[in-house]
């Protein structure tokens, strides 16, 4: 199905840990074979569980319910909350607001006259960091620069930085609205020297980029994420056009003469001009790399689709995918077996419309960008070794890194994994992963989750690497819920650790949704006019 992994060094020894001889872990999916690589994955082979002696049967186990909730120390949960994002975002918008208090209080004229400028010039950063094109460039940097040599402290805040950069994001969004209402102030209380036309459109221009940040705080995404991001994109494109206009009437008007001084080279000498067209360029730029590509769809379950893609992608990329050109673009982590394959692999939870119709209506074709979004597991090449934890379809996000990274440790909880996700995942790990770097923990054999805890602190004490006091780190990709204890575990054991993102949906709004459908394997769930589906594993009382 794709071309043989290139040969590489063997792996150093491994404890009884790292092989899977935890206790209550359940390793060794099976065994699959190509018979054809134009054709589907076909089963060859299912190893046997071996004969267990004749010993009487222990009475069945009751399932697993939820572990004990642990103590968890505040500073921990400050740590947490307030991580790497907010501190870029206060950092950012704390400046602004300090040059915003001089402008305004008559010690920097300059600001105060061109409020446009500073307030372009911020949502050109704000664009700039969330750029697929610039973030992959960021990414390359960093990993060519850093990978390996460079103190351990340092590419942890490496690594957290990247992850976090919705921070400046956010913080140059917010201190940009600021300071176009600055502008738009100026320009009505001297309305009498400007035509009414500037002011019109700095009201257009203000109106639309303040619903665009309004479309993107968190309880807005939290309670209507489909709002949002309609909202969120399409205002934000009704911003960038008004400010080309208020832009341009302002650098057109000549205020001592009053007249308008239609000289293109007068134009092109002005900074907001080109703050302006260097936005549009970061806006524009992803979107040149938007295809409409054929696709193959497998449906190992009525849980779970896979998409199969042509050629092959480095790990720790995630990509954008949707039935529309312009509109509804979901995000899914990429399975490869690196650069050289065949085939790259989105595993798709079917949980909202579009994973939906993914199955009920299977497209051959979809839109995407081509070139795809490096998330954090992008980072592993900075670090000699590492252990991948993930939950249920988190496996799309986690097994690439371990495919092409022979030193990268692979946990995976889920619940009948083989049946769930079928051969063609299971493929992948077999064909790539060593049996004594990988635990699979199926939810459904054992009764519930394990403790995750104890597994991790168990494999990074003896998954040794990066000297004696930091070893490794733990990437993580699970639910919230499952997210949020796993983190804590790690800081309370003071394991240096990276999670998911988490920003669209909270407790509270799962609390206040209705259940659509439950099973052993997921829990779908209605909240306000977004789906959401738990993970294999119910992290959540309901």
Known sequence: MSSEP????????YDEAEKGALPDIHSRPIEVTFKDEKKDLTVAQVIPVPEK????????????????KRNVPKWIIWVLWYDMYRKLFTITFSVNIILFGFAVSGHWPYAYRY????AIGNFNVSVLVRNEIFGRCLYGFVNACFAKWAPLWWRLGCTSVLQHLGGIHSGCAVSG?????LRTVHVYVDHAIYPNALLAWAVIANLSLFITMVAGFPWVRNSHHNVFERWHRFMGWTG?????????LGDLYNEPTRTWNLNGVHIVRQQDFWYVMGMTLWIVLPWICTRRVKIDIELPSNKVAVIRFERGMQQGLLGRVSRSAVKEYHAFG???????SKYHYMVCGVQGDFTRSLVNDPPQYIWTRELKLAGVSNTSKLYRRGIRICTGTGIGAALATCIQSPYWYLIWIGSDQEKTFG??????????IEPER?????????????????????????????GESLRCLVFITSNMQGNSEMMQACKMEKIPCFGTLWDFVSVKALQDSKILTANDNSVIMRCHDTTILLDVIPYYDI
Not at 334 to 340: A, K
């Open 177 to 181: 609205v600021i300071w176009l209402t």
């Open 53 to 68: 002696k004749d010993t009487p049967a222990p009475p069945p186990a009751k399932p697993a319910g939820k572990p004990a």
């Open 6 to 13: 290139t040969p590489r060094a063997p792996a150093p020894a």
């Open 423 to 432: 051969p063609t995942i299971s493929g992948l790990i077999n064909r790539n």
């Open 334 to 340: 990429i399975i490869s077996e690196g650069p050289h």
């Open 438 to 466: 990988y635990l699979l923990w199926d939810s459904k054999v054992r009764g519930g989750r394990p403790d995750t805890r104890k597994i991790l602190r168990e494999v990074y004490h003896s998954y040794k690497a990066e």
């Open 240 to 248: 960038l056009f008004s400010s080309w206009i208020f832009v341009l």
């Open 115 to 118: 409020g446009g400028a500073m």
